[in-house]
């Protein structure tokens, strides 16, 4: 059973910067898949980025490409999004997943949820 612990959220003005991490306590979760999604007051759940359990491939929603960055460091079990030029459409509560198997954006695929961080984009 894998347990993800979220931080990094807050509040920033567009154009700001920010980095969410997800630790994963688990001894084996450099073999899970990790996502990153997102849900907006009022919306569904959807996936923001993705990567796969070596690192190698990495998957961006349309509308984050080249602005936001999810990287894994497998010595500290922590996998990183990094946000930048953000926008107050990018405000929602963040969440990190973990699964066996590929880094799918499916959110019902996912077997491990953390508790969600809120990110605030100021206009």
């Known amino acids: 059973q894998a347990r993800l612990v979220e931080s990094g959220g807050g509040l920033v003005r567009a154009g700001d910067s920010l980095r969410l991490s997800c630790a994963v306590f688990?001894?084996?979760?450099?073999?899970?898949?990790m996502s990153w999604f997102r849900q907006a007051p009022g919306k569904g759940r959807e996936s923001v980025a993705r990567i796969s359990p070596g690192g190698a491939e990495t998957y961006y929603a349309d509308s984050v490409k080249g602005r936001f960055t999810i990287n894994r460091d497998v010595v500290e079990n922590t996998i990183y999004l990094q946000m930048n030029s953000l926008r107050p459409e990018n405000t929602a509560v963040y969440y990190c997943?973990?699964?066996?198997?590929?880094?799918?954006?499916?959110?019902?695929?996912?077997?491990?949820w953390g508790q969600g961080i809120q990110v605030t984009v100021s206009s």
């Open positions: 997943a973990a699964r066996v198997g590929a880094p799918v954006p499916e959110a019902e695929r996912y077997d491990y």
């Open positions: 688990e001894r084996t979760s450099s073999s899970y898949s």
